[in-house]
C-alpha cells in the first residue's frame, strides 16, 4: 500500500498572487527607498497593507457620518409623541 504523501518544506504563508505593472521609472524608486537587504516584494506588500488599512479607516468614518447624520434627520422629522 501507498504510503499518504506529506508536504515537504515550510508552510505557504502568501497563497494570492497578482501581477502588478507599474508606470515607468517607479520601480527604480522603490529601489532606491530600500532598507538593507529589505526585498522589493517585501516593501510592496507592506506598502499595499498601509493603503488598505488606510482606506478601510476612512470608508468607517464616511460610515459613522452617514449614520450620525441619519440619525440626526430622524430626530428633525420624528412626529410629535402623543403623551
Known sequence: MAAKLRPV???RIN???MPARFPKGTLRRVDALLRDKEKRADFIRSAVAVEIERRE??????????KRREAAEKRKISPPRDG
Open 15 to 17: 497563497d494570492e498572487g
Open 57 to 66: 479607516q476612512i470608508r468607517l468614518e464616511v460610515d459613522r457620518e452617514i
Open 9 to 11: 518544506g515550510r508552510k
